[in-house]
C-alpha cells in the first residue's frame, strides 16, 4: 500500500479492455510528512472518485485488481483502495 | 501504471516461441513536469532507464503510454509467457496539477 497524493487524471482511448469504465487518476508518492517523492507520478484506477488533491492509499496488489475490474486476464495493478480523511 | 514515451522499437530475429508476432517498443519513463504538454509534444528523453516493453495496443513512435511491469505483465496471456513490461494504454490526455504546499 503505497501513501500518494491524487495530481491529476488520464485519458486513454486505447487501452485493455478491462480498463473500460475506469478513471484513471495521476498519483503521486508521499514522505510521511506530506511531501512529494521525486519520482515521476504513476497512473491508477480509481473506482471512488476522489479529488484532486486528497490523500489516498494505492494498493500495488495485482491480484487483487483483477477483482475490481473484474477480468483475470487485466494487466492493472494499481488501484485506489481509500480516501484519507485526516 | 507507469507513464512513458515511445522512443523506438525493438525487433529480434532469435527469440523464445511465445514471442512469435510479438510487438516491442523501447519505452522511456517521462518526467512529472512534462506529462501534462507530453501528449501534445514529444517530451525530452529523461534521465531514466529505459525498458523493453511489450506491445498488444499498436502504439507508435513519440506514443505517450502506460506501462505495467511485474507479474501483471503476464496475466493478459493464456499461456505462460515470459513478459516482464507490457503496455496497457495509450493516452489521448494527461493533467497533472502538482500539489504545493
Given at each position: 500500500m503505497l501513501?500518494?497524493?491524487?495530481?491529476?487524471?488520464?485519458?486513454?482511448?486505447?487501452?485493455?479492455?478491462?480498463?473500460?469504465?475506469s478513471s484513471l487518476?495521476?498519483?503521486?508518492?508521499?514522505?510521511?510528512?506530506?511531501?512529494?517523492t521525486s519520482e515521476p507520478p504513476f497512473v491508477a484506477i480509481d473506482h471512488f472518485n476522489a479529488g484532486l488533491h486528497q490523500r489516498v492509499f494505492v494498493s500495488?496488489?495485482?491480484?487483487?485488481?483483477r477483482g475490481i475490474v473484474d477480468d483475470e486476464h487485466s494487466p492493472v495493478r494499481n488501484f485506489i483502495q481509500g480516501i484519507l480523511d485526516d | 501504471m507507469r507513464i512513458g514515451q515511445v522512443i523506438g522499437k525493438a525487433t529480434?530475429?532469435?527469440?523464445?516461441?511465445?514471442?512469435?508476432?510479438?510487438?516491442?517498443?523501447v519505452v522511456n519513463p517521462v518526467e512529472g513536469v512534462h506529462c501534462n504538454s507530453a501528449c501534445d509534444t514529444p517530451p525530452p528523453v529523461s534521465k531514466l532507464p529505459s525498458l523493453?516493453?511489450?506491445?498488444?495496443?499498436?502504439?507508435?513512435?513519440?506514443?505517450i503510454v502506460g506501462f505495467v511491469e511485474g507479474a501483471e505483465a503476464t496475466a493478459p496471456f493464456d499461456q505462460p509467457t515470459p513478459v516482464d513490461a507490457i503496455t496497457v494504454a495509450i493516452f489521448d490526455q494527461i493533467h497533472h496539477r502538482p500539489h504545493e504546499g
Open positions: 501513501l500518494c497524493r491524487v495530481v491529476g487524471n488520464a485519458v486513454a482511448t486505447c487501452a485493455h479492455p478491462s480498463l473500460r469504465g487518476k495521476l498519483c503521486q508518492r508521499e514522505e510521511a510528512d506530506g511531501s512529494a500495488t496488489d495485482g491480484i487483487a485488481a | 529480434m530475429n532469435r527469440q523464445d516461441a511465445a514471442f512469435r508476432a510479438a510487438r516491442w517498443l523493453i516493453v511489450y506491445d498488444q495496443l499498436g502504439a507508435g513512435l513519440h506514443d
